[in-house]
C-alpha cells in the first residue's frame, strides 16, 4: 500500500470477509481515517496492536453506576479493548491493571445493561451461541449424557 492507496481499497484489503480484524477495529480504522490518510490510519492500528504493550481499557458513554440505568448502544457506547481508541472520544475511559479485570467490568455492565433492555444483542448473540453450541453437543452426544449436564445460567 503506499500513500494513494483509498479507504476503500484498504477496507477491502484488510477488514472483509475472512479478515482477522473484527467490526470493532474496521470501525477503529474508520476513526482513524478522520485524523489521517488511510494508509497511515491503518499503520497507526497495526502499530498500536502488534508493536505496543496491551492497555486494559473500557470506555463508556456514562459513569459505570449510570450503566443500567438508560438504554445505552452496545456497540458504540460500552467498549472493551486493548489499545486507545480513536472512535471513543467522547466517551468516559476507564484503565485497569490487567485485561481480566477490564473485561470482568465490561462484562458485568454489559449484564446490567442487558436487564434493563432485554432483548438485545449482547443477549441475543449469548443465547444464540448458546443455541449453536448445544446443536453441536446434540449431534455428538447421545441423550443420555446431554440429560446429564447442568445448563449454564
Do not use: W
Not at 490518510?37 to 463508556?60: G, I, V
Amino acid at each position: 500500500m503506499n500513500d494513494s492507496t483509498s479507504q476503500f481499497e484498504v477496507l477491502e484489503r484488510s477488514f472483509s470477509g475472512g479478515s482477522i480484524f473484527g467490526p470493532q477495529l474496521r470501525n477503529e480504522f474508520l476513526a482513524r481515517c478522520s485524523d489521517a490518510t488511510p494508509t497511515a490510519a491503518l499503520e497507526s492500528l497495526l502499530n498500536d496492536l502488534f508493536d505496543r504493550s496491551p492497555q486494559p481499557l473500557f470506555y463508556s458513554r456514562l459513569p459505570l453506576d449510570q450503566v443500567g440505568q438508560v438504554v445505552l448502544n452496545p456497540r458504540a457506547d460500552l467498549l472493551l479493548s486493548h489499545i486507545e481508541l480513536a472512535q471513543a472520544r467522547g466517551l468516559i475511559s476507564y484503565r485497569f491493571s490487567s485485561l481480566s479485570e477490564a473485561a470482568d467490568e465490561y462484562y458485568t455492565r454489559e449484564a446490567k445493561r442487558c436487564r434493563f433492555a432485554p432483548n438485545t444483542d449482547f443477549e441475543n448473540t449469548i443465547s444464540g451461541a448458546r443455541s449453536a453450541s448445544e446443536s453441536r453437543l446434540s449431534g455428538q452426544l447421545n441423550r443420555t449424557v446431554l440429560d446429564s449436564i447442568n445448563p449454564i445460567s
